[in-house]
C-alpha cells in the first residue's frame, strides 16, 4: 500500500472534509421520501403538532443514519418504504366508518393502523434478510423509522391507534426475521 | 497498479460507500499516486496535472457514497480524472491565449525544456497506444477531449467511455508496465 507523506496531509484533510459532506448530501436523498409524507400528514391530520413532532424526528432519524452509514444506514429506505402502509391505510380508510369483527367494533381508519403497521413489520422483517451482519441494528433502526411514519398517518385515530400501528410493526418484524436468520 | 491493489481499492470504495470512515485514508493512499500519473499523461504540465488530480480526488471522495457497487472504482475514478484534466487543459488553454504566449509563457507555467521534451515524448507514447484502440474507443476519448458528444444517450456515452478508458488502461499498462 502506498504511504502519505507530509506533503499530502492538508490534501487528505480536505478529501476528508469533502467524503463528509458527500454523506450528507448522502443522508438528505432521504428527504425525498420522508418530505411528501410529512407533508401529507400536516395536510390531512387533525393533530398538526404531533405530525410537526414526529416528522422532525423522522427527518432527524433518516438523514442522520443515512449519514453515518452502516446497517442502520441501510435501513432507512426499506424503513421509509415500510412506512407507506401505516401512513396511507389509517388517511385513506379514515371516512369508513366502523367494522365490527367478533363482536368487537372498531373504526375502519384503526384497522387501517394495524393491518399498516402488520404490512410494515413484514416489509421489514423480509428486507433485513439481506444483512449478514448488524441485522439487530438494522431492525431497531427500520422498527423505529417505520413506526414514525405510521405516526404520522395514525395521528388522527389517536393515542390506541399508534400504540396499535406500533404492535403490530414490532409483532409482525422480529418474529420473520428471526426465523429467517434461522433458514438462512 | 497492480490487480490486488485494484481489488484493494475496490473493497476500500465498497466500505466508504457503506460509511466505513477507517478506509479513507488507505484508499487515498492508493488512489493518489495513480491518478497524478494517469493527470500527468493528459495534461501538458505537471501543475495542470497536479491541480486536475486533486480536483479529481476530492470529488472521488464527496461522491463515494453513492458509488454503484457493480462499477469498477478504479475505471470511474479515471473517468472523473479524465474530466478535470479536460477542464484543467480548457482553461490552462485559455490563460495562455489570453497571456504569453511562447518560451516565455512555458517559462511562467514553470515548465523547462527538459519537461516540455518529457511531455512530447508522453504525448507520442499515448498516440502510440491510442492507435492500438478501436475506432469507436478512440472515436469516444476524442469526443471527451474536445467536448463534443455525439448524438447518442447521455448513458450510452458514459459506458463507452467506461469500455474505452478501461481499454485505454489495459493498453497502456501492456506495453509500459505500468498505470
Known sequence: ?184 | MDRAARAELQQLFERLAAGDRSALEPAFGLLRPALRRFARHLTPSDAEAEDAAQNALLKIFARSSELDLERDALTWALGVTAYECKTARKRGQRQRESGETGLAAMEARGASPEQAAIARELEAAASEVLGTLRPIDIETLRALMHDARPDVPAATFRKRLERALHRLQVAWRSRHGHD
Do not use: K, Q
Open chain 1, 1 to 184: 500500500m502506498a504511504t502519505i507523506d507530509s506533503t499530502d496531509d492538508a490534501l487528505l484533510a480536505r478529501a476528508r472534509g469533502a467524503y463528509e459532506r458527500g454523506r450528507l448530501v448522502y443522508g438528505m436523498h432521504a428527504l425525498w421520501l420522508a418530505a411528501p409524507m410529512i407533508a401529507l400528514s400536516l395536510t390531512m391530520a387533525p393533530e398538526r403538532g404531533l405530525s410537526f413532532g414526529a416528522g422532525g424526528l423522522l427527518v432527524a432519524l433518516a438523514v442522520g443514519l443515512r449519514y453515518r452509514g452502516g446497517a442502520m444506514g441501510r435501513a432507512v429506505i426499506p424503513a421509509l418504504l415500510a412506512g407507506l402502509p401505516p401512513l396511507l391505510m389509517p388517511l385513506l380508510m379514515r371516512a369508513g366508518g366502523h367494522c365490527c369483527i367478533a363482536g368487537a367494533c372498531w373504526p375502519v381508519c384503526m384497522i387501517g393502523c394495524i393491518v399498516g403497521g402488520a404490512s410494515a413489520g413484514l416489509m421489514i422483517g423480509f428486507s433485513s434478510v439481506l444483512e449478514r451482519e448488524g441485522r439487530g441494528s438494522f431492525l431497531i433502526a427500520a422498527t423505529t423509522i417505520a413506526g414514525l411514519s405510521g405516526v404520522l398517518g395514525c395521528a388522527i385515530v389517536g393515542a390506541a391507534g399508534m400504540a396499535g400501528m406500533l404492535l403490530a410493526v414490532i409483532a409482525a418484524s422480529w418474529p420473520v426475521a428471526m426465523l429467517s436468520r434461522a433458514r438462512s
